[in-house]
C-alpha cells in the first residue's frame, strides 16, 4: 500500500478529529445518510465501518481487515491500524472515541491530517452505524492497552475504560442492527463477499477475510490481491475470450491525485467500464471517466494512421473503440467532489486531465512496443465502425418500413387507451393463443399486448446491425418507444411495467432470459429504473365440486389441497397441471395472472451489474464449460432455471 499513499501524520491523536455537528435525526431518517432502511442499507452499515479500516490503509497503517458475520446477524469488523485515538478531543472536551461514534461528521477526514485520501461517507459512518444498531462496542488496541466503550441506538451504556493489556494495535467494532430500523437485518454473505473483493482488488495487496460464523451457514474466503486492478479486470474477463494476453496497466499522479487504469479486450461486442473514487464505486461516471474515453479515442486513432491501418479520412469513434473493453478505472484524491448525495458521479474537472494525460502517454507507449496487440485492438474497433455504420442503416430501414419515430404501431401490439406510461403496462407475450387469452382477458384501459413469436435473437452472440434488423425485436423496439442503445431515452417510455409473460417451463425461461439479455444489453435503464417485470403464472389448479382455486408451487399445491380437504381428509380433490398460457382462457388468464388485485410479478432488479453481466455471458455466450459448470453449481437453489 506504501508505494501508492503517503503517511501523513505518524501521530494519530484527538487533535486530528475535527467536529462538524450532532447526531441528531439519522433515526428519523435513516435514508438520508444509508441510501434506505431495506437490505442494501442493512449491508451499508458493514461497509462504512469496513471504510474506515480501509483508509487506514490508504494512509499506510493497515495491512490486515477482517468482516464477520456472528450468529444473530451480529457483525465484527477488526483491523490492524492504528486504534481510533482514545485520548481527550480538544473542541468537546470528550475522548476522541466517544467523539467518533456519537457524534455526526466527526472523524479524521476533514483536513485535520490524519487522511491524505479517505472514502467512508464524509466521516459520518461510524455515528451512523451506532445510531443504527440495537447495540455496538468497540474495543481499541492501542498503547499497550485494549480500550472498550458500548452503545445502544446511539447512547452510551458503557463509558471508556481498559479491559486488558495487548501487543498490537487496531480497532474492533461488533454491531447488532436495529430491528426498529431495518425492514430486514439477516445479512447475505455473497453481497458482502463481493463488496469485500472489490476492495481488495482495488487496494493491492490489501488482505481481506469474509467470514460467515452462522450454525450451519460457516464459510470464509481469503482476499489478497497484489496485481490489484489488473486482476480485477482478469477476474471480469474470466468467461469471455481476451483479444490479448497482457492486462495494459497504465498509472500516474500529479499533486494529491493518483490515478490507475487497467484494461484488457475482449472478442465480445459489449463495454464494461467501472469507475472508482477512493474506493466507492461511481457507477454514473464523472471526470475520471471523460478523461479516459477521450485519451482512448485520440490514442487509436493516431496509432491508426501512423499505422497507416486508418485511411487519410477514415478514423473510429468512441463507441468503436470501447467495443469489447474491459476497464477499471482507479482514482485516489484528496477533496474528492461527489456529484449526488450517493456519490454517483466524480465532479473534480482537475482529474479529467490527469487521467487523460496518463493514459495518452502509457498507452501509445504500450502500443508502439506491442504492435501485434495495437494490430488487434485496432482492427476491432473498425470492425465496431462498419457494423456500426450498418447498424444505422439498419435502423433507417425499420423507421421506414415500421414507423419508427412515428405514431405508426406495430401489427402485433393490441395497444392500451390511457396514454399516461406511469399508469399504463405492456405484456409480452410468446405465442398468438397464449396473446389472443390476454387480448381477451386484459383490461384495455391500461394494458397492452405485445405478441411475440418464433426463436428471438440471442443478442450476446449479435452485433447493433442484427439487432436492429430482427424482424422479432423490432416490434418490442417500436413499441416501447424509447430508442435503444446509446440511442435510448427513458423519458419516451410509452410503458412503466414491462412484463414478461411466459410458460412455468424450460422454454418460457428461455425466452425470459433473451428477453432479459436484450433487455441489459441494449435498454439496461429499464432493469436499473425498475420498469421490467416477471408475470408469475400458476402452476396448478385445485377443484373440488364447484370451489377452484390455483397453486403456483408445489408447497402452496399441498397447502391449498389440505385446506380444501378441511375436517374430510378422504375427499377428492382434481390437480390439473396448466400446460401453459395458451391453455388458460381469458377468464383464467386474467384472474390468475393480470388482475393487479390478485397477480404475482417479479420486478427483475440490477443489484450488481458486474454479475448480471457476467450471468448473462455465462447462459447466452459461445462457451459451453463456464454455461454446464454454472447450472451444475445453482441447480439446487432452483425448482425451474430462472433469472
Known amino acids: 500500500m506504501a508505494d501508492i499513499t503517503e503517511k501523513i501524520t505518524e501521530e494519530y491523536d484527538a487533535s486530528q478529529i475535527q467536529v462538524l ?29 469496513v471504510d474506515n479500516s480501509i483508509d487506514e490503509a490508504l494512509a499506510g497503517y493497515c495491512s490486515d481487515i477482517t468482516v464477520s458475520i456472528l450468529e444473530g446477524d451480529v457483525i465484527r469488523v477488526s483491523d490492524n491500524g492504528r486504534g481510533i485515538p482514545v485520548d481527550i478531543q480538544e473542541q468537546t472536551g470528550k475522548s476522541a472515541l466517544e467523539v467518533v461514534f456519537t457524534v455526526l461528521h ?59 493489556t495487548t501487543d498490537r494495535t487496531g480497532t474492533v467494532v461488533t454491531f447488532k442492527p436495529d430491528p426498529e430500523m431495518f425492514e430486514e437485518t439477516e445479512y447475505d454473505y455473497d453481497v458482502l463477499h463481493t463488496r469485500m473483493r472489490e476492495q481488495a482488488f482495488l487496494n493491492a495487496g490489501l488482505h481481506i477475510v469474509i467470514e460467515d460464523l452462522r450454525p450451519g451457514r460457516e464459510q470464509a474466503d481469503d482476499l489478497r490481491y497484489e496485481g490489484g486492478i489488473r486482476e480485477f479486470v482478469t477476474y471480469i474477463n474470466r468467461n469471455k475470450t481476451p483479444l490479448h494476453d497482457d492486462v495494459i496497466y497504465m498509472s500516474g499522479e500529479k499533486e494529491d491525485a493518483i490515478a490507475e487504469v487497467a484494461l484488457q479486450y475482449n472478442d465480445s461486442f459489449n463495454d464494461i467500464t467501472v469507475s472508482f473514487a477512493n474506493n466507492i464505486h461511481t457507477p454514473e461516471g464523472g471526470m475520471h471517466e471523460e478523461g479516459f474515453r477521450r485519451a482512448l479515442t485520440t490514442v487509436l486513432n493516431a496509432y491508426g494512421k501512423r499505422m497507416k491501418l486508418l485511411k487519410d479520412e477514415e478514423k473510429v469513434s468512441g463507441e468503436d473503440c470501447r467495443e469489447g473493453l474491459t476497464c477499471i478505472i482507479s482514482m485516489k484524491l484528496m477533496n474528492a467532489q461527489f456529484e449526488g448525495q450517493t456519490k454517483a458521479k466524480l465532479g473534480n474537472s482537475e482529474i479529467r486531465t490527469l487521467v487523460n494525460s496518463v493514459v495518452s502517454s502509457r498507452l501509445a507507449d504500450y502500443l508502439e512496443e506491442n504492435p501485434v496487440v495495437g494490430k488487434a485492438i485496432l482492427e476491432k474497433a473498425m470492425m465496431a465502425n462498419r457494423a456500426r455504420e450498418a447498424a444505422r442503416r439498419a435502423r433507417e430501414k425499420v423507421r421506414g418500413k415500421t414507423g419508427l419515430g412515428s405514431t405508426r404501431m406495430p401489427d402485433k401490439l393490441q395497444d392500451c387507451n390511457e396514454k399516461d406510461p406511469a399508469l399504463c403496462e405492456i405484456y409480452i407475450v410468446e405465442g398468438d393463443s397464449a396473446a389472443g387469452s390476454a387480448i381477451q382477458g386484459r383490461d384495455s384501459r391500461f394494458q397492452a399486448i405485445l405478441a411475440m413469436w418464433g426463436k428471438m435473437l440471442n443478442v450476446e452472440k449479435a452485433r447493433a446491425d442484427k439487432v436492429f434488423g430482427n424482424d422479432k425485436l423490432n416490434p418490442l423496439i417500436v413499441a416501447l418507444g424509447a430508442g435503444i442503445g446509446d440511442d435510448f431515452n427513458l423519458e419516451k417510455l410509452r410503458y412503466h411495467k414491462i412484463i414478461i409473460m411466459a410458460d412455468a417451463d424450460v422454454d418460457g425461461s428461455h425466452i425470459r432470459t433473451l428477453l432479459l439479455t436484450f433487455f441489459f444489453r441494449y435498454m439496461r435503464p429499464l432493469i436499473e429504473h425498475g420498469y421490467v417485470y416477471s408475470a408469475v403464472p400458476p402452476l396448478y389448479k385445485l377443484t373440488r365440486g364447484k370451489n377452484q382455486r390455483v397453486a403456483y408451487s408445489d408447497e402452496e399445491r399441498d397447502r ?23 391453455e388458460m382462457d381469458p377468464h383464467e388468464l386474467w384472474d390468475t395472472t393480470m388482475d393487479p388485485e390478485k397477480r404475482s410479478l417479479r420486478r427483475i432488479t440490477l443489484d450488481d451489474g458486474l454479475k448480471a453481466d457476467a450471468v448473462f455471458t455465462i447462459l447466452m455466450g459461445e462457451d459451453v464449460e463456464p454455461r454446464r459448470r454454472w447450472i451444475e453449481e445453482n441447480a439446487r437453489y432452483v425448482v425451474n432455471l430462472d433469472i
Not at 560 to 582: C, H, Q, T, W, Y
Open 106 to 164: 466527526a472523524g479524521g477526514k476533514f483536513g485535520g491530517g490524519g487522511y491524505k485520501v479517505s472514502g467512508g461517507l464524509h466521516g459520518v459512518g461510524a455515528s451512523v452505524v451506532n445510531a443504527l444498531s440495537e447495540w455496538l462496542t468497540v474495543q481499541v488496541h492501542k498503547d499497550g492497552r485494549i480500550y472498550e466503550m458500548s452503545f445502544s441506538r446511539g447512547d452510551i451504556t458503557e463509558g471508556i475504560h481498559v479491559v486488558g
Open 560 to 582: 391449498i389441497s389440505a385446506e380444501m380437504r378441511g375436517d374430510n381428509p378422504n375427499v377428492k380433490v382434481d390437480i390439473s397441471r396448466f400446460k401453459g398460457l395458451g
Open 21 to 49: 455537528e450532532g447526531l441528531e435525526a439519522v433515526r428519523k431518517r435513516p435514508g438520508m445518510y444509508i441510501g434506505s432502511t431495506s437490505s442494501s442499507g442493512l449491508h451499508h452499515l458493514v461497509y462504512e465501518i
